[in-house]
Each structure stands twice: as C-alpha cells, then as structure tokens.
C-alpha cells in the first residue's frame, strides 16, 4: 500500500514523523546525525562541571590526596625496612614513624572520602537534570512514534545513560573524579620506576593501550547489537509488569494463565542468553591479550629489579620499596585501563541520550492560524480520510466524509473497534491522515502548527488516570496563576463537586498515593469526571470531544451528564462518542461508524425509523434502558 509522507518545506504540512521514521535507515541518519567522538561527548558532559567551581576544586583535591596513597604506602616501607635492617633501632623510632604514617594515611584518605562523599549528589543532579530534558522530550514528541516498536527499542538505550547512578552519565562522572586519584598514583609510582628502568613505564603505557583497545572492541561490539538487546529487554519486561500486576492477579489464578506467561517468556530467554553468550564469547576472545600485557609488566619489572640488586646497584630496602611499587603499580595501571574502557563504553550510549535530546521529535512546520476573533466554535470536515497505522496495512477508516457545524453537537456511535477514538486522535492532530484532509473552517490541519491544533480541542478520552497532584493541578492542568473558583465550578458541573467538598483540604487534596500518603483514590467514575473538569476547566477550546469519557457510569448516570452538557456547551462545536445509543438522544446529528465507514446519519427519532444497523442496535439495548429508566421513575 502506497504511504502519503509529506514534506513540510515543500507542501507548507508539518512533518509526519510517525510515518517518515518508520524506515530504519532513515531513522539512524535521522537520530543519530553524526558520529560523536569521546572527546566532543566528554566536553558536552563537563561543560556544567567547569561551571561550578567547588566541584572542580574538590576534583582537584581527590586526586591529590587520593594519589599519595600508594606512594606513602611505598615510601613506609622503604622507611620501616631500612630502620629494621640498622642494629640495635630503637623501638621509640619505629613506633613515631608508624604513627607519623599513620596519620597521613588517615589524612589523606578522610580528607579524599569527605570531598568525594560531599561532591557526588552534585553528579546525580547533573544527570537528573538531563534526565527531566529527556522525560519532556518523551511528553512533547509525536504521539504517532510510540506506534513503532523498532523506534523504542531505539528510543530505549537511554535509560542505560541516565537511569542509574553507576552508569552512564553520573557513572562517567563518578569514575571520572576517581581517575583522577589512580591517574596521580600512576604518575608518582610511574616516575618512581621510571628513575629505576624506563622499559617498566613503557611496559605499562603497552598494556595501557593493549587494555583499552580490547575493552573498545568488546564495548563497541555490545554497542552495535543494543537495538537486540534492548528489544528483548523492552518485551519480557511488559511480560514481567502484566506478570506481576494486581489488576491481572484474579484472572491469573481463576484461569491459570502462569502457563502461558512462561510459554511466552521462554524465546525470550533464549534470545536473552544467545546475546550474552556473544558478549561472553568476544571477551574470552580478547582477554587474553589484556591478561599477557598485565603479567608482561610484572615479569620485565620484577627481572629489572633482580638484576639491579644482582649488581648491587640498589640497596635491599629499595629493593623492596621497589618490588611493593611494581605491586602498587601493576593495580593502579589496570584500574586506570578500565576506568577509561568504562567511560568509553558509557559515553556511547550517553551519545545515544544526546542525539534523542537534541532530536526534533515533534512534527514541526504549519504557518496557518485559526482566527479566533470573536469566534466560539469550529466548523470541521473530513474529505476522503482514510487511516492505517503506522508499520499496518489495515484500514481502520476508509474515505470518510464527514462535516460538523459550527456549535453543532454531532455524535458518533458505533460497535467497539468500528474506528470512533482512532477518528478523534485524527481530528486533534495526534495523527495525520493516510489518504484526504480534516479541515477546520476550511483550514487544512495539517498547515496548522501542533501546539495550536491542541488548543482548538478540549477533549475527554476513555481511559483516564490522574496524575499525583492536587485536585487543583489536575484540574488546571497547571501548578501556577490557577483560577480557584472556576476549578469549583468546572468540579460542579462534572458532578464531583459534592466528592470534593467533603475531604478536609477539598481542591488542595492529594490524588493517588505516590507521593503523599493521604492521596485520594477515586473511582473509575469518579476519575472519568475529574477530566471532564479538566477539559472544561480550558477557556480557549472552540471544540469539546467526548471520547466514552463516562464508560465507567451507569447507563442513567452517563446520559444525565450528557444533557448537562447540553447547557455547559455554550455554543461550542462537540462530538460525543458512545456505544450506548440511547446516551446520544439530545444531540442534533448522530453518525454511525461501522468498519471505518460512515453507514448512517441522522437524528435519533430519523436513524430508529429505517431499517440499519442503529435500530438493531438500540433495540438490542433498548430493553436495559427501559428496565432502568422504570426502576428509576419508581
């Protein structure tokens, strides 16, 4: 099936970038722009760190009192040696040393805890604040991407660099700062056996070199596959929260589903081990070399030091101080090795966050205006839409054609899957169509920027779930310049006023549990009026959309808040969507969706009259609402 992409430099269309990414090499050149080198990453990630001066200074500190460490170490025992091998040494002397070693340890070692201990939630708030760009880069990009799996599993390698403390972002920071101290100590114990042999130091910067290399490769190899692995990690984990969730719990036991879930979760595993046994087998390839270059340092620096003291050229208490460096020196070498192996790998992915961040996931473009001088509704019309998801060839509506007065309440019903919220997203620019336009006063939606088209529309959807914020905030969708009486009113007019009331902090209440601990828990119902508030709480919408928005109500209750919307309307254009019929009666217009397809249109008292699928389904529903309507009437 032939896909309609637009170009929003030559049409005048925003992007459709829920079609356009769906090509994998167009997302990669897309995303990932250019290839960053470890340098470029390192300065973006550093610029807010030569910012603040006490977290270089406290950087600077660590690694001068954490890189005497070693040498005190090395120093003490060339001391403690040379006063052994002296006759007759006074214990007095041994003990002052031990205690002046003491001391500096405990120095240098409190002194390096403190600034490292007191500077790290600095690296945490960093990441968290790169972190909050990349959870409003989720909030604001197109709704449409969420559509595609290998977009995610893509989208996914973030969480590796700004998720976690020890890896990624605030990892690199953290080892980083630690580098520093293992950098000192290899400079003094470097030196130190420089001034012995220079082939001990030109050993080391060999293994160096050899290390790093052998860790780049095994990194970048994990690297290239992350889209695998993140694909396997995306699903079996939704298998694991579905697995573990309460809401399923019942119908896990009645049904005995547990066998399911492990029949499902078994190719997973094996592409999970598959994956790992790669990654094992590509670091048993190179660690041979690591482990030859590590012991080749120890055996030249251990033969150089035999044949000085073979020629007498270094006393025996140098001999040792030496042989403790080497020691020392051989640690401090692989420590630093795999710091910078570590910091490598961890930038690719923080490379990966930074092209996500940077990305323009928003389908940008549009100059047309709606002018909204005096204006209080919208006409809308549909001409020829026809839809399929991105990544499906499967029409979910098909040359629809469809107009809406303006202050027109049209309502559209239909069976469950006929197309209804698939048409709603469509009209508020939550997609684009396949095929035809959706113009609002004759304006094409898609010329019009995103941010404006959401503004026309205060919608209700079915599935609704509050945030954990006050009443208020929910309501207002906001947490500054909130207009308390109106959040009351609009409270009033969804029928959740009289819940509100009653709880000691009323509006200023807390919803749900997560952060306070006396949150309010409302119903399904009750959480469906908490955003029919909200959608009337926006002055600005010229259209009201009611997306099942009462599916939790009864039959009774559901239709009574409709006609109360009949007077709360004030003469803006609305559609109501519902599979109960008889909820629809007070509208001027009802339109019945049936397999992507308009098959009727009419008023009530005109669409029971033929003979269609809207008589056979009212009457099929009509016996429930008499039998409710009579009880009620008693």
């Not at 490598?344 to 909204?372: F, N, P, Q, W």
């Amino acid at each position: 099936m032939q896909t309609q992409v637009n170009s929003s430099k030559e049409t005048g269309f925003r992007k459709n970038l829920a079609i356009e990414l769906l090509d994998k090499e167009t997302r990669k050149k897309y995303l990932h722009t250019e290839k960053h080198s470890m340098l470029d990453l390192l300065k973006d990630m550093y610029r807010p760190v030569l910012k603040d001066g006490g977290l270089v200074a406290a950087s600077i500190g660590y690694a001068i009192f954490s890189g005497l460490l070693p040498l005190l170490s090395v120093l003490i025992v060339h001391i403690l040696v040379g006063l052994l091998t002296e006759a007759n040494v006074e214990a007095s002397r041994l003990i002052m040393v031990a205690g002046l070693y003491a001391a500096l340890f405990i120095l240098c070692t409190s002194v390096s805890s403190q600034l490292k201990g007191r500077n790290s939630t600095k690296f945490m708030l960093l990441r968290l604040k790169a972190l909050n760009k990349m959870l409003d880069k989720h909030m604001t990009m197109d709704y449409g991407l969420y559509e595609n799996p290998s977009f995610l599993d893509d989208l996914g390698n973030w969480s590796r660099s700004l998720a976690s403390n020890n890896t990624g972002l605030e990892g690199s920071y953290h080892k980083i700062f630690e580098l520093g101290g293992t950098f000192i100590s290899l400079i003094l114990l470097g030196g130190l056996l420089f001034m012995v042999s220079p082939l001990i130091a030109l050993v080391a910067i060999v293994f160096v070199i050899v290390f790093y290399l052998a860790q780049r490769n095994i990194t970048s190899y994990k690297h290239r596959r992350r889209e695998e692995l993140q694909r396997v990690g995306r699903r079996s984990g939704k298998f694991a929260r579905e697995a573990s969730d309460f809401r399923y719990g019942k119908d896990m036991r009645l049904f005995r589903m547990e066998d399911r879930f492990q029949r499902a979760f078994k190719p997973l595993l094996l592409a999970y081990e598959k994956l790992y046994k790669a990654f094992t087998m590509r670091e048993l390839q190179l660690s041979f070399l690591e482990s030859a270059a590590l012991v080749l340092i120890d055996i030249v620096s251990f033969i150089v030091l035999a044949l000085q003291l073979d020629k007498a050229s270094i006393s025996i208490e140098a001999f040792v101080m030496l042989l403790t460096a080497v020691t020392l020196f051989t640690q401090t070498v692989q420590n630093f090795a795999q710091g910078l192996a570590f910091v490598k790998g961890e930038t690719l992915y923080y490379g990966d966050a930074i092209d996500l961040i940077e990305a323009d996931l928003v389908s940008t473009g549009g100059d047309m205006h709606i002018d909204r001088e005096g204006l209080k509704s919208i006409r809308l019309e549909l001409r020829d839409v026809s839809f399929h998801y991105p990544g499906s060839d499967k029409l979910i509506l098909k040359d629809l054609n469809l107009v809406i007065e303006p202050g027109e309440k049209c309502a559209l019903v239909g069976v469950n899957g006929a197309g209804k919220t698939t048409l709603v997203k469509l009209i508020t620019g939550l997609y684009q169509p396949t095929k035809g336009q959706i113009l609002i006063n004759g304006i094409d939606t898609r010329t019009i920027a995103q941010r404006e088209l959401f503004s026309l529309f205060g919608v209700v959807f079915q599935e609704v779930q509050p945030l954990a914020l006050t009443i208020a905030e929910n309501v207002a969708a906001a947490d500054i310049d909130i207009d308390r009486d109106r959040v009351v009113d609009c409270l009033k007019q969804a029928g959740l006023w009289e819940k509100v009331s009653s709880l000691p902090k009323g509006i200023d209440s807390p919803v749900l549990k997560v952060v306070e601990d006396d949150g309010i828990i409302f119903s399904g119902g009750e959480n469906q009026k908490l955003a029919i508030a909200r959608a009337l709480y926006r002055k600005d919408s010229l259209m009201m959309i009611m997306d099942e928005p009462t599916a939790a109500l009864d039959a009774l209750a559901e239709e009574k808040i409709y006609r109360e919307f009949d007077s709360i309307l004030s003469g803006k254009t609305a559609l109501f969507i519902s599979h109960r019929l008889a909820s629809t009666r007070f509208c001027d217009r009802i339109v019945l969706l049936d397999g992507g397809s308009i098959s009727q249109e009419g008023t009530h008292d005109e669409l029971i009259g033929q003979e269609g699928l809207y008589k056979r389904m009212f009457t099929a529903q009509g016996k429930y609402y008499q039998e409710d309507k009579g009880e009620a009437d008693q």
